[in-house]
């Protein structure tokens, strides 16, 4: 049973550099792609972006200048930075393995294993 | 950019009731579509793909239906256990995997 763990500082300053990490337990971290989305406080999910265990990438454009997901399959882990933060990222951040199932004229990407979500307050 | 526009916002639904929820999409998406339940301080967890596709595990009164820009989740006899957040998410990876404004499900 693959589980996903986040980790990372719980308080970030502004304009400062957010980093988590999502550790892969029960299972390897090739073969998949990896995401992470983020849920600000009483608001809806947003994807952040995913990265493929060979280390391709795909981002959410409205955050693409700030944004670095990375992988690292010696530790069966992988990494988001989110630069120059404001209080508007202030969210609940979630990591998920991405499944991938391709079909006759369709490739369908979902998230179908998520971590427990990790809090991070953007504040001096 | 997809954007996803789930109806009602905010249902109340009583145990045994039927519930359907709505997702529009701002142009056709085929069946890239899969939905998510959420309960309060918990993870997402996928409930179905490919529009209509139930993920392993999860109970057969939901099911998904739709295509092109018109989508539902319906559960067909309401247990206390899904009163939750749903919502619905665009599979087609590129420009991004829009997730829809949510609808929440609560106790009549």
């Given at each position: 049973q693959v589980q996903l763990q986040e980790s990372g500082p719980g308080l970030v300053k502004p304009s400062e550099t957010l980093s988590l990490t999502c550790t892969v337990s029960g299972g390897s971290i090739s073969s998949y792609y990896w995401s992470w989305i983020r849920q600000p406080p009483g608001k809806g999910l947003e994807w952040i972006g995913y990265i493929y265990y060979s280390g391709s990438t795909n981002y959410n454009p409205s955050l693409k200048s700030r944004v670095t997901i990375s992988v690292d399959t010696s530790k069966n882990q992988f990494s988001l930075k989110l630069s120059s933060v404001t209080a508007a990222d202030t969210a609940v951040y979630y990591c998920a393995r991405v499944a991938v199932v391709v079909v006759p004229a369709a490739i369908y990407y979902y998230m179908d294993v998520w971590g427990k979500g990790t809090t991070v307050t953007v504040s001096s | 950019d997809i954007q996803l526009t789930q109806s009602p916002?905010?249902?109340?639904?009583?145990?045994?009731?039927?519930?359907?929820?709505?997702?529009?999409?701002?142009?056709?998406?085929?069946?890239?579509?899969?939905?998510?339940?959420?309960?309060?301080?918990?993870?997402?967890?996928?409930?179905?793909?490919?529009?209509?596709?139930l993920?392993?595990?999860?109970?057969?009164?939901?099911?998904?239906?739709?295509?092109g820009t018109e989508f539902t989740l319906t559960i067909s006899s309401l247990q206390p256990e899904d009163f939750a957040t749903y919502y619905c998410q665009q599979l087609n990876s590129y420009p991004s995997l829009t997730f829809g404004g949510g609808t929440k499900v609560e106790i009549k």
């Amino acid at each position: 049973q693959v589980q996903l763990q986040e980790s990372g500082p719980g308080l970030v300053k502004p304009s400062e550099t957010l980093s988590l990490t999502c550790t892969v337990s029960g299972g390897s971290i090739s073969s998949y792609y990896w995401s992470w989305i983020r849920q600000p406080p009483g608001k809806g999910l947003e994807w952040i972006g995913y990265i493929y265990y060979s280390g391709s990438t795909n981002y959410n454009p409205s955050l693409k200048s700030r944004v670095t997901i990375s992988v690292d399959t010696s530790k069966n882990q992988f990494s988001l930075k989110l630069s120059s933060v404001t209080a508007a990222d202030t969210a609940v951040y979630y990591c998920a393995r991405v499944a991938v199932v391709v079909v006759p004229a369709a490739i369908y990407y979902y998230m179908d294993v998520w971590g427990k979500g990790t809090t991070v307050t953007v504040s001096s | 950019d997809i954007q996803l526009t789930q109806s009602p916002s905010f249902l109340s639904a009583s145990v045994g009731d039927r519930v359907t929820i709505t997702c529009r999409a701002s142009q056709g998406i085929s069946s890239y579509l899969a939905w998510y339940q959420q309960k309060p301080g918990k993870a997402p967890k996928l409930l179905i793909y490919a529009a209509s596709t139930l993920q392993s595990g999860v109970p057969s009164r939901f099911s998904g239906s739709g295509s092109g820009t018109e989508f539902t989740l319906t559960i067909s006899s309401l247990q206390p256990e899904d009163f939750a957040t749903y919502y619905c998410q665009q599979l087609n990876s590129y420009p991004s995997l829009t997730f829809g404004g949510g609808t929440k499900v609560e106790i009549k």
